[in-house]
């Protein structure tokens, strides 16, 4: 690694930008996390070509961060030089920020890592009888001396921020900021497959990727096999510009973005053209709040992108937003065409310089019922027109799992007392979680509107009942009550599902097994990163065993299930768990949606979806008649 002397370029010594010349790429460099000293570190190393990088650091980055390379190394005198404030050797002149072909050009990072901390620097050059070793504290030189090394580079960076406990105290906690960490340092392990890298955190090596010859064997090396099968090549040029890389199967999402990762020019960026292009081109292919796995290079001209926009320069700006953005989504298109889109619509894919268009599916996606049946238990319950007897069994063929387990009503009055049974199976003892005393007032039901509208007449006026939203809300207290008692029925597995993971999210699970396994999983470890589910709790099927498990740790690496507070975990655990559990068949009959009302009105907030729809819409005389009148 070289400090600032690149190996990229032709000329590799160092020298000073002076006056106005530093001007244009001068940033007021900030590091602000440890995350950000690695990230330089890194770019440092691989613009000395380095064949293999190991980075090491302990407690989130706060008392230790180690990158080691087997770069071209400096002499004594581009090592003292890299220390000063725009040394570089990447660009001589503002021109060269046009052509840049390095991932630094500034030489403003390290500098500012040696003036918020105590910096250490071990370096040899190929050709030198002896290796040298600089040592700065908090900005000032302790000392400059011979050092035996092989070649390349060694940057030790120590007590982050003593000198700076303002900025110290904002850090997060060891375990964000070990997550920043080792995000950055697979970025640069995908940008650069032919490189080996080994990240150890606290003594423990999270992963070891040797060269891969291909993106595909990074990906698994990193993500886990089932992600690397999951995804297909992608190769397309034109315009000036080209995009290659994997991207995921039409179906295959994931809750978050942590693995649609972009980058322009080998080098990974935060682009939100980029970004919305590939979002945009999953839209039939994908159900809203899924994401695509995407880990494409958009390759273009070098004057055409601007990377100085932001100090980080993980923002970039392109010339033509509008054209790189046409061409993303022609390229995905075209791809996921040949592969089958799964939504049944016509994909349309306008010529160069054209809006992008998709035409509407021809069809309702029919979703078959899976599960347990449906029992109306009361004729309180039913509107004037069932015509089925409730205390009879429910005919074959009427099953519907995303129906809530049936609710028993044991008076015929007005105000009768509605009792939440578990979900099927129910544990060996029937078990009551509330009990609510509500009014069901008389809705009878009229029609079933789009196969997702249910129509009721009632004495005020009339309802349209949202039947997604209704199973939402029941599906979403029934499993909250259960979190919260600890009466979560689980099914054993005849067939363990396998689940790879990447290992952060190892990490993850290993921590959070108990969880788990109090919420009805039951998960053991099989290798490394590797596990298997042999028990799913009641309300899941197998098949969604693994994606639910990938979307509930993207849900703890986001914060959105807190360690601290249970029952706001349980709660987001709940919301997601909705997710998996309703399934609603094309078709419903009258004594089921009077069934779902009554279970409805029996929940503590009938009013709303859990995630903030309305369930039911009413409409009354005076709103009717006012609409209506002349």
Not at 192 to 212: H, Q
Not at 489 to 506: G, K, T
Not at 566 to 588: F, G, I, M, N, Q
Request: include cysteine; hydrophobic fraction near 40%.
């Amino acid at each position: 690694m070289s400090g600032k002397p690149a190996a990229r370029l032709s000329d590799p010594t160092a020298c000073p930008i002076p006056g106005h010349g530093a001007n244009p790429i001068a940033a007021g460099e900030v590091i602000e996390r440890p995350a950000a000293v690695v990230k330089e570190l890194l770019e440092n190393a691989l613009d000395a070509g380095a064949t293999r990088v190991e980075v090491e650091f302990r407690h989130g980055g706060r008392s230790l961060m180690r990158i080691e390379d087997n770069g071209h190394g400096m002499s004594r005198d581009d090592a003292l030089l890299a220390l000063e404030r725009h040394a570089t050797s990447k660009i001589v002149e503002a021109a060269d920020l046009d052509r840049l072909a390095s991932y630094g050009f500034r030489g403003e990072a390290l500098p500012s890592i040696a003036s918020v901390s105590r910096f250490e620097l071990q370096t040899r050059e190929q050709g030198s009888d002896a290796g040298t070793e600089i040592l700065v504290n908090g900005g000032k030189f302790v000392h400059v001396r011979d050092c035996g090394r092989p070649v390349g580079t060694r940057m030790e960076v120590t007590h982050l921020f003593n000198s700076v406990p303002a900025r110290r105290k904002f850090l997060k906690t060891d375990q964000t900021e070990a997550a920043h960490i080792v995000q950055c340092v697979r970025l640069y392990a995908l940008a650069c497959p032919r490189t080996s890298f080994t990240l150890i955190e606290d003594g423990r090596t999270v992963f070891r990727s040797p060269e891969c010859a291909t993106l595909a064997e990074r990906i698994a090396e990193i993500f886990g096999r089932q992600t690397a099968d999951s995804l297909v090549p992608i190769d397309a040029a034109g315009e000036g510009m080209g995009l290659h890389g994997l991207i995921g199967r039409p179906g295959v999402g994931r809750s978050t973005r942590h693995e649609m990762i972009v980058f322009v020019n080998q080098r990974p960026v935060d682009s939100r053209t980029l970004n919305y292009a590939l979002i945009e081109s999953y839209h039939e292919s994908l159900p809203k709040g899924r994401y695509p796995l995407a880990f494409v290079f958009f390759e273009c001209d070098p004057a055409s992108v601007d990377v100085n926009v932001h100090p980080a320069k993980r923002e970039v700006r392109f010339r033509s937003e509008p054209q790189v953005r046409g061409f993303v989504i022609r390229a995905v298109l075209a791809r996921l065409r040949e592969l089958g889109t799964p939504a049944g619509g016509a994909v349309q894919i306008a010529p160069a310089g054209g809006a992008v268009q998709i035409a509407p599916a021809g069809g309702a996606v029919q979703i078959a019922p899976v599960g347990g049946a449906v029992h109306v238990a009361s004729s309180d319950v039913r509107s004037p027109g069932c015509s089925r007897n409730p205390s009879e069994p429910a005919k074959a063929g009427t099953t519907n799992s995303a129906t809530p387990p049936d609710i028993r009503a044991t008076s015929a009055a007005p105000r009768i007392p509605v009792a939440l049974a578990l979900p099927i199976p129910p544990p060996p003892a029937p078990v009551e979680i509330r009990t609510a005393e509500i009014v069901i007032p008389p809705w009878r039901f009229l029609a079933l509107a789009h196969g997702s509208y249910a129509l009721f007449e009632t004495a005020a006026g009339l309802v349209l009942l949202d039947r997604r939203a209704a199973h939402e809300r029941v599906w979403f207290e029934r499993l909250r009550e259960q979190f919260r008692s600890g009466l979560v029925p689980s099914q054993r597995l005849l067939l363990p599902v396998p689940l790879e993971l990447d290992p952060v999210s190892s990490a993850l699970l290993l921590d959070r097994l108990t969880f788990l396994h109090a919420h009805g999983f039951e998960i053991g470890e099989f290798g490394r990163n590797f596990f298997r589910v042999e028990a799913v709790p009641a309300w899941m099927e197998p098949a969604d065993a693994e994606p639910f498990l990938r979307d509930l740790l993207g849900a703890f690496r986001d914060g959105r299930l807190p360690d601290k507070d249970t029952d706001l975990a349980r709660e987001e655990l709940a919301r997601l768990a909705v997710a998996k559990a309703v399934r609603l068949p094309e078709r419903a009959g009258e004594a089921e949606l009077q069934s779902l009302v009554a279970q409805l009105l029996a929940t503590r907030t009938p009013l709303t979806s859990p995630a903030g729809r309305p369930t039911y819409i009413e409409l009354n005389h005076s709103e009717l008649a006012r609409r209506f009148q002349k």
